[in-house]
Every structure is written in structure tokens, then in C-alpha cells.
T-cell receptor, first 115, second 108 residues
Framework: GAVVSQHPSRVICKSGTSVKIECRSLDFQATTMFWYRQFPKKSLMLMATSNEGSKATYEQGVEKDKFLINHASLTLSTLTVTSAHPEDSSFYIC???????????FGSGTRLTVV | EDQVTQSPEALRLQEGESSSLNCSYTVSGLRGLFWYRQDPGKGPEFLFTLYSAGEEKEKERLKATLTKKESFLHITAPKPEDSATYLCAVQAGTALIFGKGTTLSVSS
């Protein structure tokens, strides 16, 4: 139980275009989801907390207009990277609280490359 | 400020050579300390949650312990398949704050 599905696993886009990443909770309802960013050989950095039916809460230094988060249902949160640039290339990972013994479950991640 | 520091950054072991990974933390009111395993290009995979000092949990060759200031992940008789990055995180508010991880390489 408590599976989080993230799609796509890899995406390459041209500079200036937008990319949407989906995060779904498959067998539970997630009122809160989290989006992280991970640079090579670095830790996961929390970008924002996504709450179903309300605006996301962004961490300091994260551009709200560049990283649009929508959490329209109890099983789906999306992250849209708008007007992507090469410096946005990174590994993006979503997570959801399960309320079970293991607390937080993570998606498999999305490798974004902007060329 | 909530902070998690892991050491060492990298660890190389021979198969069967036991060792420990350290995670020291500063957090205002610990609500949970988490250990995850991450393979290259994958999301973190849950290992353990510890909530109070003195708590211990085991799973196969791994054992996690917790004190008021740090946690240890003990690896007994590791195998090559244990090679991965091990991440420690603390719950701060509703989200997790991660350390930089320890990359473990086990050679046969």
C-alpha cells in the first residue's frame, strides 16, 4: 500500500517551454503533498508544500511564478515548470504523507533536462 | 533553524565488514526521524521511522537507533546489494528536512 506514482520519469524540453510533472497517490488520499528538487550528489531540497484545494506554500527562494503547483484533487498534484531554462534542469521528486507507519512515501522522480 | 548533518559523505566497505552511519540533528521538537535508501535515478525508499530517544528498529542487516542529538544506522555484514545512498531526515512542521546523505559502496 501507499504508492506514489510520478510521471514522466524523464523529460527533455527546449528552453522557454513549459513542462508539467504529475504526482498521484494510487491507493490512498493525500491532502498534503510535497515537491523536492535534488541536484547531483546533493540532498533533497523542499520546494513547496501542496495542499488539496488551496494554494501551495513555497519555501524561501523558490519562484512561485516559475514553479506552478496545483493540487486539485485528493490524489493528484502537479508541478509545472514554466519558461524552463537550462538552470532548471534537475531531479524533481514528489512525496505524500500517508498517515501510516512509514509516514511519507516518495515518487520515483522526474529527471528534467532543458536544452 | 532545523538542521540535519550526515557523516561520512561516502563509505566503502568490503562485503561482510560492518559499520555505522551517523545522522546528527537540531530540531525544535522532534516529531520523527526518518531513514531512507536512495538508488541512483530513483526516489527515496522508506526504511525506518524513530520517534523517541532510546528507540531502535531493525530490518534485515540494518538497525537504526536514536538519541536526543543523533541517530545511527548500523549495517551488519553488508552485501553488494546494500550499495546506495542512505538519507536521514527529520520532520519539521509537516515536511521532511533531509541531510546530504551517505553514499555506501560495498564490494565483494
Amino acid at each position: 500500500g501507499a504508492v506514489v506514482s510520478q510521471h514522466p520519469s524523464r523529460v527533455i524540453c527546449k528552453s522557454g517551454t513549459s513542462v508539467k510533472i504529475e504526482c498521484r497517490s494510487l491507493d490512498f488520499q493525500a491532502t498534503t503533498m510535497f515537491w523536492y528538487r535534488q541536484f547531483p550528489k546533493k540532498s533533497l531540497m523542499l520546494m513547496a508544500t501542496s495542499n488539496e484545494g488551496s494554494k501551495a506554500t513555497y519555501e524561501q527562494g523558490v519562484e512561485k511564478d516559475k514553479f506552478l503547483i496545483n493540487h486539485a484533487s485528493l490524489t493528484l498534484s502537479t508541478l509545472t515548470v514554466t519558461s524552463a531554462h537550462p538552470e532548471d534542469s534537475s531531479f524533481y521528486i514528489c512525496s505524500a504523507r500517508t498517515g501510516m507507519a512509514y509516514g511519507y512515501t516518495f515518487g520515483s522522480g522526474t529527471r528534467l533536462t532543458v536544452v | 533553524e532545523d538542521q540535519v548533518t550526515q557523516s561520512p559523505e561516502a563509505l566503502r566497505l568490503q562485503e561482510g565488514e560492518s559499520s555505522s552511519l551517523n545522522c546528527s540533528y537540531t530540531v525544535s521538537g522532534l516529531r520523527g526521524l526518518f531513514w531512507y535508501r536512495q538508488d541512483p535515478g530513483k526516489g527515496p525508499e522508506f526504511l525506518f521511522t524513530l520517534y523517541s530517544a532510546g528507540e531502535e528498529k531493525e530490518k534485515e542487516r540494518l538497525k537504526a537507533t536514536l538519541t536526543k542529538k543523533e541517530s545511527f544506522l548500523h549495517i551488519t555484514a553488508p552485501k553488494p546489494e546494500d550499495s546506495a545512498t542512505y538519507l536521514c531526515a527529520v520532520q519539521a512542521g509537516t515536511a521532511l528536512i533531509f541531510g546530504k546523505g551517505t553514499t555506501l559502496s560495498v564490494s565483494s
